[in-house]
């Protein structure tokens, strides 16, 4: 599937991929899509969760925990995935952005890519209806879902255990305390803001690493410091 559905709404596709950065600089051009990327989100956050209990593992229920399920929704619907998702429909070009924000990279920026194919559900939804972004949205996550669980054995439950909770096991085995993580500084341009975040364990760093939001940064810095231990 290399190609998005059409949004026969033009008004609402423009919107869908409008920047706010646009209209600093074109004042007339309607609406940016900051108010689809939240219905989107909203959509996506439902579909997937509705694609993990009732599609993809109807004979495993009994197997996958809420909470494991939990997790596989937040890491299909994060920042990181999304993003190439919208790479892989070429979404960044067909932006409109202003000119800083071309500048800056916005089209091949993750977190403006990340949200623009949520604002682009968030359209398609009110152009069409729930079940016409289901029959999109289903194929392309159940894909990348069937990539992220393991069975750990014949004999033991299906389980999904994202960076976060793989060093938090290891922090607890090793010291016996939960690693904490920090806020220690933010930087971008409004358009493109991100936390800086620190993960220790017992006071001593262990990874960075950087997000559009808190909880992204904080996946990446336990990402970075299973890697320095060798774990990933």
């Not at 309607?30 to 439902?46: I, P, S």
């Not at 029959?135 to 990539?147: C, D, G, K, Q, R």
Request: charged content about 30%.
């Amino acid at each position: 599937m290399t190609k998005l559905p059409e949004i026969k709404n033009e008004q609402l596709r423009l919107q869908a991929l409008t920047h706010r950065s646009y209209l600093n600089e074109h004042p007339n051009a309607g609406e940016d899509n900051e108010r689809l990327e939240f219905l989107g989100d909203a959509v996506l956050g439902f579909l997937v969760g509705e694609l993990l209990f009732k599609k993809r593992y109807p004979e495993d229920m009994t197997k996958m925990s809420e909470a494991n399920m939990t997790r596989l929704r937040s890491v299909l619907v994060d920042e990181k995935q999304l993003a190439k998702f919208a790479v892989q429909f070429n979404l960044g070009e067909l932006l409109r952005l202003g000119k800083g924000a071309i500048r800056d990279g916005g089209r091949t920026n993750p977190s403006l890519l990340s949200d623009a194919f949520e604002a682009y559900i968030g359209a398609y939804y009110l152009d069409t209806h729930i079940d016409a972004v289901r029959e999109f949205i289903h194929p392309l996550f159940s894909a990348v879902a069937n990539e992220m669980v393991f069975p750990q054995s014949e004999t033991t439950p299906q389980t999904l255990i994202d960076c976060k909770n793989r060093f938090q096991q290891w922090a607890l085995e090793k010291s016996g305390e939960n690693p904490k993580y920090y806020v220690i500084g933010e930087s971008g341009p409004d358009h493109a803001k991100e936390f800086c975040i620190e993960v220790r364990v017992r006071d001593k760093v262990y990874g960075y690493g950087k997000g559009k939001r808190k909880q992204d940064g904080e996946k990446k810095a336990a990402e970075v410091a299973l890697q320095k231990l060798g774990l990933l």
